[in-house]
C-alpha cells in the first residue's frame, strides 16, 4: 500500500501541472474562438433546458431537463461539498478564485464536448433492454470519427480510463466520504455505510439511463436546494463576516500566506493549482464525462444540447461551491483546529513529515514513534509525526479533557499507542485540522450556532453528503457503462455495472486521501486526451455554431427563441 502511495504521489505531481496547463489553455481558447459563447448564449441554454423547444420525437431516451440534472447529479456532489474545503485546506482560500476561473473557461469547454458527443452519439441496438440505452455518446465517439481511424487507440484509452475514474473518482470517493461522515457523528462502521448505500445505488443503475434519469431529475434539484438554502442562511446571517471572505479569497488567490496545513507559504502556482484541479473536479469541464450523459438527450441538434451544458459549470462553481467557499473562509473554520478524539484505526490518521513553513509531505508508516509529553521525541523536520487529515497534531493527549499528555510509544502497525507507565491506549486526543466534507459540517455548524442552530447545520451537511454522493455515483455509473459498451459491446454493460457497485462497497472502508489522490491520478489520464481532441476539433464546434444560430432552427419551428 506505501508503495502504490508513492507511486500515485508521483503521478499526482507529474500531471498535474501538465493538467493545469492544458484546462486553462483549452477553455482561453474555445472561449475566444466561440466568441465568449458562455455569456452570450447563457439566456438559450435556459430557454432549451426549460423544455420550450422539446421534441419528444426525436432520437435520444431523456429529455434536456433530465440530460442536464444526471449531468447535474454526478458534478453537484461531493467536489462542492469535500473538494472545496480540501481546495481550501491545502491551497488557502485563494483555491476558491482558481476555482471560478475553472469554471468561467470551463463553460466554453463543456459547451464544446457536448457538441461534439451529441454530433457523433451512435445508435445503440438495446433489443428491448431498458438497461442498455438507445443511444451512446462521448468523447470515444468523437476522437474516432472526428479524427479519424488512425486516433482510436487513444478513444479506447480514454474510455479505459473513464472507466477508472468512474470507479474511483465518480464512485469509491463518493462512499468514502458518507462513510467517513457516518462514522464522525454517529461512529456507524464504513462497510455497514459502503454496504446500504452500495445497495442503493446497484437497486438504480440496473434500470438504465430512463430510471437514473427519473430519479437525478427529481433529486438534484432536491439536493442543490437545500444544501443552497442552509449556505445562504448562514451567509445572509453573517454579511460582515461573508464581505471579509470575498477579500480574503481575493487576495490569497494572488499573494496566498500559510494557514493551519502549510498552505499557499507564498507559493502562487500552489493555491491555482489546488483551485484548477478541485475545479475541475467539481464542475467536471473538460474531462469528459457530462457529454456521455447529455448525449442520451432526445434532440436533431448537437448545439442545442451544448447551450444546456452551459449551465453546468455556472450553477457547480460560481454558485454552489461559492457558497460553500464563503461558509468556510468565512467562519475561519479553514484556519483552526479542534479537540478531537483520534481512534488509532481511524482510516484519516496518517503520518507526516516537513513543517508548515514548507510543506507537509506524507512519509511511511513507521515501526513506531516516541513521544514525551505530547509531541514526539525527535522533532527534526524529517522525522515522522502523528497526523490527522495529513496534518500533524501538535500534541496528543490521554484523557478527552486534554490534561493528561501522552509520553510513550504509538505502534502504528498495532494501532496502540503504550505509555511509559505500561498503559495501552486505542484512543488518544489532541487540537486536529479538519478537511473534506468533515471542515465543511463544522463550517455549517459554527456559522449556524449564534442562531442557537449547530446542529441544524451539521445535518444539512450530513443529508447533502449522503444525497449528493448517491446522486454521483448513480450518474458516474452510466458514464463507465457507455464507455464499456464502446470498448466491449452492450455484454460488458451488466458485468461493469456489478464491478461498479462492488467498487463502491470497496470505496467506504479505504483511506480518503489514497482514494482522492488515485480520482486525481485518473481524473487527468482522463482529461488530457479529451481537450487535446477538442483543440483539434474546436473548427468543426465553430462551424456547428454558427450554423445553429444562423439558421435559428428553433424560430423555423413556430417557437420564439427565448434569448
Not at 483520534?342 to 507526516?352: E, H, K, M, R
Request: hydrophobic fraction near 45%; charge should be negative; include cysteine.
Amino acid at each position: 500500500m506505501e508503495m502504490l502511495e508513492h507511486f500515485i504521489g508521483f503521478m499526482n505531481g507529474l500531471l498535474a501541472p501538465v493538467l493545469v496547463i492544458m484546462l486553462l489553455g483549452t477553455g482561453i481558447w474555445l472561449t475566444i474562438r466561440l466568441g465568449f459563447i458562455q455569456l452570450r448564449k447563457l439566456g438559450h441554454g435556459i430557454a432549451v433546458t426549460s423544455g420550450k423547444y422539446d421534441d419528444h420525437d426525436n432520437p435520444g431516451d431523456v429529455s434536456h431537463f433530465q440530460a442536464l440534472t444526471t449531468a447535474l447529479s454526478a458534478t453537484v456532489g461531493i467536489g462542492n461539498i469535500a473538494g472545496v474545503a480540501i481546495a481550501i485546506h491545502w491551497g488557502g482560500p485563494g483555491a476558491l478564485f482558481w476555482m471560478w476561473v475553472t469554471a468561467l473557461l470551463g463553460m466554453a469547454t463543456k459547451y464544446s464536448e457536448v457538441t461534439l458527443a451529441q454530433h457523433f452519439r451512435q445508435t445503440v441496438e438495446s433489443d428491448g433492454k431498458q438497461w442498455a440505452g438507445t443511444v451512446s455518446g462521448g468523447p470515444m465517439y468523437y476522437i474516432e470519427k472526428g479524427l479519424g481511424k488512425g486516433w482510436k487507440p487513444v478513444a479506447i484509452f480514454f474510455a479505459l480510463m473513464l472507466i477508472m475514474t468512474s470507479f474511483f473518482t465518480g464512485n469509491a470517493i463518493q462512499a468514502n466520504t458518507v462513510a467517513t461522515q457516518m462514522y464522525a457523528n454517529f461512529q456507524i462502521e464504513p462497510w455497514i455505510t459502503g454496504l446500504i448505500t452500495a445497495t442503493l445505488v446497484g437497486i438504480v443503475i440496473i434500470g438504465g439511463i430512463r430510471r437514473i434519469g427519473a430519479v437525478t431529475s427529481i433529486l438534484a434539484p432536491v439536493m442543490a436546494s437545500v444544501y443552497v438554502l442552509g449556505a445562504l442562511f448562514i451567509i445572509l446571517s453573517n454579511p460582515g463576516d461573508s464581505l471579509g471572505a470575498f477579500g480574503i479569497i481575493i487576495s490569497e488567490a494572488f499573494n496566498p500566506t500559510a494557514g493551519v496545513a502549510g498552505t499557499g507559504v507564498g507559493v502562487f502556482l500552489l493555491t491555482m493549482q489546488y483551485g484548477v484541479q478541485r475545479g475541475l473536479f467539481s464542475n467536471e469541464a473538460g474531462q469528459g464525462s457530462a457529454p456521455i450523459a447529455h448525449s442520451a438527450a432526445k434532440t436533431d441538434e448537437p448545439v442545442s444540447e451544448g447551450v444546456v451544458a452551459l449551465l453546468e459549470p455556472f450553477i457547480d462553481t460560481i454558485i454552489i461551491c461559492t457558497f460553500t467557499g464563503l461558509v468556510i473562509v468565512g467562519t475561519g473554520v479553514w484556519n483552526q483546529t479542534f479537540d478531537t478524539e483520534l481512534q488509532l484505526t481511524d482510516g484519516n490518521i496518517s503520518y507526516v513529515t516537513g513543517d508548515r513553513a514548507v510543506k507537509y509531505e506524507s512519509t511511511p508508516t513507521p515501526e513506531s514513534i516516541d513521544y514525551v509529553n505530547g509531541v514526539p521525541a525527535n522533532s527534526a523536520d524529517d522525522a515522522p509525526k502523528f497526523a490527522y487529515f495529513d496534518i500533524p497534531v501538535a500534541t496528543l493527549y490521554t484523557d478527552e479533557a486534554q490534561t493528561q499528555p501522552f509520553s510513550g510509544t504509538i505502534t502504528p502497525s498495532e494501532a496502540t499507542a503504550v505509555s511509559t507507565a505500561g498503559d495501552a491506549y486505542t484512543t488518544l486526543y489532541g487540537p486536529a485540522a479538519r478537511s473534506s466534507s468533515p471542515l465543511t459540517s463544522l463550517a455549517f455548524e459554527q456559522g449556524l450556532e449564534p442562531l442557537g442552530l449547530g446542529w441544524l447545520g451539521r445535518y444539512i451537511v450530513l443529508v447533502c453528503v449522503f444525497l449528493f454522493a448517491l446522486s454521483t455515483a448513480i450518474s458516474w455509473s452510466y458514464y463507465g457503462d457507455r464507455c464499456a459498451n464502446y470498448i466491449w459491446g452492450k455484454g460488458a454493460i451488466l458485468p461493469y455495472k456489478f464491478v461498479f457497485v462492488l467498487m463502491h462497497f470497496i470505496g467506504a472502508t479505504l483511506a480518503v486521501t489514497t482514494i482522492w489522490d488515485l480520482g486525481d491520478v485518473a481524473l487527468s489520464l482522463v482529461t488530457i486526451p479529451n481537450v487535446l481532441a477538442l483543440l483539434l476539433l474546436s473548427g468543426l464546434v465553430k462551424k456547428l455554431t454558427d450554423k445553429y444560430f444562423d439558421e435559428k432552427s428553433w424560430e423555423k419551428k413556430g417557437q420564439s427563441a427565448g434569448s
